[in-house]
């Protein structure tokens, strides 16, 4: 009855905090909706999805067009040709890309079928007559925003190279069927011609090249997974537990403000003169708190399932383990405000708490890997975030949200919050026994 009666003092006074109530609640699905759809679009830019380019074809032959067919089958660009029916040209594709409307435009020059025929029936020639290759080329003009990070301009570029080599095998293998007959009639000509009459040689097979489009490698790929979880990494699933994670261990603020706030006004002191045990007014606390982790989970849950996809993102999809996933949302909504008793009792002030809380905090999630994945930090910086209860929580769930993890894959991390929590709570209870002492 005295922890049912403490659980009911805390909800009253966080129903009373509107504004910590709305930075538990509303900050994180913001953070996620923003930092979602915004890394829905560097995964789009990384090759994640399909990137948008603009394509200006001024080529009169069909090399432009081949093309533009080979760009759009390796699915890796999106090419746009025109906007509200109106064909881009080369002076309004480079205002596009400098107005910022588009990061790439791709411009292909009007001789560029006469070029490339050139230059392929050049190279064979001098590979047939044993001469230096040809330098002759023809050349595509790539406009890029200047804002535009290098990881995306490189995966562009290797798209539009994948798409240039199979024209330049395409336009070569063309040159050499044409070539290599006559080049063999007229080596047999000054060979044999004292053997055969004129007009008398043998008629050479007909020879084609088409076989030379036939993949003879392809690649499998696998994901690093026993079960062979078919299910890939999106940006809804980095992000939406990972800001569930941190809005979680923001409570330490409010968490740790009710006991500096007790403290400072002397209901504490007043609490400590009834029949009430430090472990009763503590977890009081942490089982008010714990229920409120628990309804930011849920709706963070519901953000990822039907508000995101509205904006065009995928649809989290939460893996196979109903059971494990609670477990660890548990897990680490205790650790959360168990982290948050130790800075109460520890700070001395609602302002110390408040800085020292949200600072450590933010130093947590940057290192779990909340803001920036973790297997793109240096590799000192990704040694040390596994100090971070935020990595914990977070590797946890990217298990079950992608890996196909179950019950015993995420036991380890789900121990090592529990004992973060353990932790936290022994340390607090000494502090605040001797402070109960020394009042």
């Known amino acids: 009855m005295l922890l049912l009666a403490n659980i009911k003092k805390e909800l009253l006074l966080l129903s009373r905090d509107r504004l910590s109530l709305l930075v538990l609640f509303v900050m994180p699905m913001v953070l996620v909706l923003i930092l979602s759809l915004i890394q829905d679009d560097i995964f789009r830019a990384t090759g994640g999805a399909p990137t948008t380019a603009l394509f200006v074809n001024l080529d009169a032959g069909d090399s432009g067009a081949e093309l533009r067919r080979n760009l759009q089958s390796n699915g890796a660009l999106t090419l746009v ?3 509200a029916g109106e064909a881009f040209d080369v002076k309004s594709a480079r205002q596009a890309v400098f107005s910022g409307d588009y990061q790439f435009a791709i411009i292909i020059p009007a001789a560029f079928t006469t070029e490339i025929n050139q230059a392929a029936k050049e190279s064979v020639q001098a590979a047939l007559s044993h001469e230096d290759p040809s330098r002759r080329s023809s050349q595509i ?3 890029f925003d200047p804002a535009v990070r290098g990881v995306y301009r490189s995966a562009v570029l290797n798209a539009l190279q994948l798409g240039v080599l199979g024209l330049e095998l395409s336009r070569k293998s063309s040159a050499f069927e044409q070539l290599l007959p006559d080049e063999l009639h007229r080596s047999m000509t000054e060979q044999m011609g004292s053997v ?7 008629e050479l097979p007909q020879i084609s090249f088409d076989w030379t489009g036939q993949q003879l490698i392809t690649l499998d ?6 079960e062979k979880y078919a299910t890939l990494p999106t940006s809804v699933q980095q992000n939406v537990p990972a800001w569930t ?6 409570i330490v603020i409010p968490l740790a403000g009710t006991l500096i706030r007790e403290r400072e006004e002397g209901t504490l002191t007043r609490l400590m003169t009834m029949p009430v045990t430090n472990s009763s007014l503590l977890l009081g606390k942490v089982s008010a708190h714990l229920l ?7 709706l963070m849950l519901m953000v990822g399932k039907f508000l995101l996809p509205l904006f065009g993102t995928p649809v989290l999809e939460l893996g196979s383990s109903p059971f494990a996933l609670m477990l660890v949302a548990v897990s680490a909504a205790l650790a959360a405000c168990g982290y948050g008793i130790l800075v109460g009792v520890v700070a001395r002030s609602y302002d110390q708490a408040a800085i020292f809380g949200s600072v450590s905090i933010v130093i947590a999630a940057a ?3 909340v803001m920036v994945p973790i297997y793109v930090m240096p590799r000192f910086m990704q040694t040390l975030s596994i100090i971070s209860p935020l990595g914990w929580g977070l590797d946890a769930f990217l298990d079950i949200f992608v890996r196909g993890g179950h ?3 995420v036991l380890p991390r789900v121990a090592a919050l529990g004992g973060f929590f353990l932790l936290c709570m022994i340390v607090a209870m000494v502090i605040f026994q001797r402070w109960r002492r020394g009042n």
């Open 196 to 202: 055969f009459p004129v007009g008398m040689l043998p």
């Open 221 to 226: 790929e696998e994901l690093a997974s026993p």
């Open 141 to 143: 003009t790539i406009v």
């Open 81 to 83: 040709e025109d906007r």
């Open 292 to 298: 409120i982790c628990m309804i930011q989970f849920g």
């Open 407 to 409: 019950l015993t894959t």
């Open 367 to 369: 290192l779990g890997g």
């Open 245 to 250: 994670l941190f809005g979680m261990f923001f």
